[in-house]
């Protein structure tokens, strides 16, 4: 294992070449580190912007090897990275960050919301589905309308399905492919919030102001941060935040998606845990413009044992995802005076894949 702090000129790994790697290996180049990515993608967008990439899967074992030799820490970019290949870095020796009980919670949502409501950070009613009488007794137990999601893998409204009628349980069964599931009892919330966190190797928590955030279509297209909360909202997420982390004993950033419920009749404010994940986050894109040290810098330093940045916000962001063709807006966008343009790289722009990225800074705080 390296010696903590790694020092620049050091080279961190990062399984996944998309658009968080591209930005993780931007932020690593800035504070003097080189980047290997590992992707089975050729000229994936983040290896267009490090050093070198290694083209196989990410369970390839030879391929893996090769990037725990070169690198001093290895890191990924998004959570469905098979655990066993976190594993295995880690048994050659490798340091790797978050480590792989993170990455094996978050990518089991049943395990995720076990996890999350044993350290307090308390989810909506669910029930583990494994079979068709599994899910018709797991809707009598949490009624209905809820949600039926597959226990692995999905993001951006795949793998999951609502559930209105009783009647439409086998079709829902099926629209999912029949596969292990969790079954989430709606939660009637007011908005959707997120927090960004991140732990360094010596525990020191630092928690970014609140964002909220407005979907269409599954997919997230706005955040707004910092969210307009009191202190007491504030206050509770970074709880939230620090329980989570602390209990995996996790070192990087991490986004945690919640739910405002409102006060309670104490009028304290109510935060449920939508789900988390290892890794940066969309949500927290905003940091890249309305903050000292963005999400992507605070990342590198946490896993390379850097001290942590400021999460203060010095400017109120406005997030806007640019998915498929709305990429191609990119000359109105760049000619927006107070418009941040964010381009990932991608060659094709599919129907509602994530292009690009814009930060309007609505002003100072």
Request: glycine fraction near 10%; charged fraction near 20%.
């Amino acid at each position: 294992m390296p010696q903590l702090p790694l020092p620049p000129g050091s080279t961190l790994g990062i399984l996944g070449g998309g658009q968080l790697g591209r930005m993780l290996s931007q932020a690593a180049s800035r504070l003097g580190f080189d980047v290997v990515i590992l992707d089975p993608q050729p000229d994936c967008p983040a290896a267009r912007v490090s050093r070198a990439q290694i083209t196989a899967p990410y369970d390839d074992p030879d391929a893996l090897q090769a990037l725990g030799r070169l690198c001093d820490v290895v890191t990924f970019e998004f959570e469905n990275v098979p655990a066993s290949s976190v594993e295995t870095l880690a048994e050659a020796g490798a340091l790797v960050a978050p480590g792989p009980t993170a990455l094996a919670v978050a990518q089991d949502r049943v395990d995720e919301k076990t996890y999350l409501n044993a350290v307090g950070a308390v989810t909506a009613d669910f029930a583990a589905v494994a079979t068709l009488d599994d899910l018709t007794t797991a809707i009598d137990k949490l009624g209905l309308p809820a949600v039926l999601k597959t226990r692995r893998e999905g993001y951006d409204g795949k793998g999951q399905v609502w559930i209105r009628d009783a009647a439409d349980a086998e079709a829902a069964f099926d629209a999912i492919g029949r596969r292990p599931a969790v079954l989430e009892a709606a939660a009637v919330f007011q908005r959707e919030l997120s927090v960004i966190a991140a732990r360094g190797h010596d525990g020191v928590v630092a928690v970014y102001p609140l964002g909220e955030n407005i979907h269409a279509n599954g997919v997230l297209k706005t955040t707004l941060a910092p969210a307009a909360v009191d202190a007491k909202t504030q206050a509770r997420a970074v709880e939230i935040a620090s329980a989570v982390l602390d209990g995996l004993d996790y070192v990087g950033v991490m986004g945690i998606e919640l739910f405002d419920m409102g006060a309670d009749s104490e009028g304290k404010p109510v935060l449920l845990v939508n789900e988390v994940a290892p890794r940066v986050h969309n949500t927290g894109h905003w940091t890249q413009d309305g903050c000292v040290c963005d999400q992507f810098e605070q990342h590198v330093r946490a896993i390379v044992g850097w001290p942590l940045g400021p999460t203060e916000a010095h400017a109120r962001i406005e997030m806007t995802n640019l998915l498929g063709d709305e990429v191609d807006q990119w000359r109105a966008l760049a000619a927006e005076p107070n418009a941040r343009l964010h381009l990932y790289g991608k060659h094709e722009a599919r129907a509602g894949r994530k292009m690009a990225h814009v930060n309007r800074v609505l002003g100072a705080i």
